[in-house]
């Protein structure tokens, strides 16, 4: 009855209201068919932070480089270069609309991250170089609020240099609080030779290899939520370069791909190293594309130096498909694990039900022996292994769109309502605590979001998760109430758990932002007694800093984040911070922090 009644409780509370502008983080979130931040690769937005930075230009680039994005799916990628043969460069979203294979939903999602620049007349393609520069440098000091003595700065650089034509190149340094001396602590870089008429790249340094739906080779980490229809069909992206400020992800090493016909041969070599042996992962990949299907066949081995020789502690090989029919997407994969001779698949439709409405569905077998290294499909649980599943989930529009106040054109826009719902239904058949085997995990999620006018949204997110071991519930409500006239935004969360015990969590956070400067202030509690109810709430921050912290125990924070166009070729970064634990019997030590970021781009 208790859990009932916090429902009912913030469901009473969400019909008051909700209104924000699209913020970036908000793009980057529907871009990628998740409901919350918190449910965010930070890897994936430090990319797609840099692409709302500098919007690829598509109308420029390349089938290689239109997939390596993220953005579209071979099939898409392909669709708009048949297109751009045809008729000409891409002058409008209206008439991006119409491309196979796009729509107005998906044009909608993906315009804040492309531009439609063009040298030409209608009718003809663009073609020509310029080069680009980017200069980021960031410092970052923090210190506990007893002691006057702050610890020992964090701080990073990044410079790129992109040109449209063959060539770019980038590199990455960056040092945490934790790192022993003042020296970077990691660094990341590459450089990256485009072969004429995009046949294909060479690169040398930092990339990323993603293939398939990530079974076998997919470097990164994967959301464990498939909360909407748009995060069900990962877009393969194959090798592209990497510059991120820790390098975390990344593979080091040469790495290229070649086009020949409907066939692309990707093949790479990276070092691989660990406290106590090194070693190197040879990988290739060779796909088939046809006019809307993919198939590719993924093999990859690690080779490390052990006493008395050479062992292998991870080889796989996998054989993947896509597939796009009158709108229907169609995805599978299977992988073999040579070192344990175990097979993992998956297998999965996204598929319109009616007008403004989509579907989707996945079933997932993962056995216990599959190692889950170098895989990051779609799950349940924190790894791609001891794992048996199927997930459903549907998502509807209602009404037309609405341009935001102040704001216009797409990117800037929203239903005027909308819905969604997914249910996972998980069996992990060796057991995750005690002696009992096939313990299960149902995960259920909905959300509602309203337009009101067009400066007021209202958006309820209910969630429920059901295991047989530990915690058998855990509950949470989410109810967002803000009031927006641009350039001008408050926003009101309240979020409550209950698991162990109940949780609570609000903030009040008032912003200003327009084209050349932004600010934002918020004041937030949170009641938190036991680590099970532990509430995420993403904290907002420079480009580059993904910032999801867990809020635990009793206390409040305060954080002042801002940012200044001082030039059409500079912008600054700045956030300060302070949290406190006044309401605890147990003294636990606060924090208070202050960021400075500074970016050029020439």
Known sequence: MRRIGIILLFLLTAIVTRAQSISDIDRIMRLEGVSDPEELDPYDVERLEDLLRHPLRINYASLSKLEESGLFTHYQAVSFIDYRSRHGDVLSYSELVYVDGFGAAFVERTAPFISLESA?????????????????????????IESAVCDAPSYALKYILTNAGQFAAGIAFSRSYDA??????????HIRYDLKRGQGKIIAGDFN??????????????VGSQTSPSAYMKRSSGLSPSSSYTGVYALRGLAADFAFKRFRLSALIAVESDQDDSGILPAANIAYFGRSAQVSVTHYATFMSASGGMKIPDMKTSADLALCIKGTDLFAECAYDWTSGSYAALAGAVFPAGEDVRMAAMIRFYPSG???????????TSKCTNEHAVSFSGEASLGGWVSLKGKEGY???????????SVDAACFPDPKEGEDPHD??????TECTVMLTEAIRLKLKVSERIRSWGRLFRTEVRTDIAYMTYPWNVTLRLNTVRSDGTGFLAY???GYKTGI?????RQGAFLVDSWDDRIYSYERDAPGSFNVPAYYGRGVWTSFNASWRFARWGRMYARAGVLAYPFMQRKKPGKAELKLQFTFDI
């Open 120 to 144: 030409s007349v209608p009718g003809m393609t663009s073609s020509g170089s310029s080069s680009e520069h980017e200069v980021t440098m960031k410092i970052s000091m923090k210190a506990p």
């Open 209 to 222: 290899a993603r293939f398939g739906q990530g079974l076998a080779l997919w470097n990164g980490m994967s």
């Open 440 to 445: 299960i995990q149902i995960k259920a999620n």
């Open 517 to 521: 400067t932004a600010f934002y202030l």
């Open 508 to 510: 009040l956070e008032g």
């Open 370 to 380: 599959y190692s889950p290294l170098r895989s990051a499909a779609a799950r349940s």
């Open 411 to 421: 990117g800037s826009s929203v239903r005027k309502a909308s819905c969604s719902f």
């Open 180 to 189: 022993d001396g003042i020296m970077p602590e990691t660094m990341s870089g």
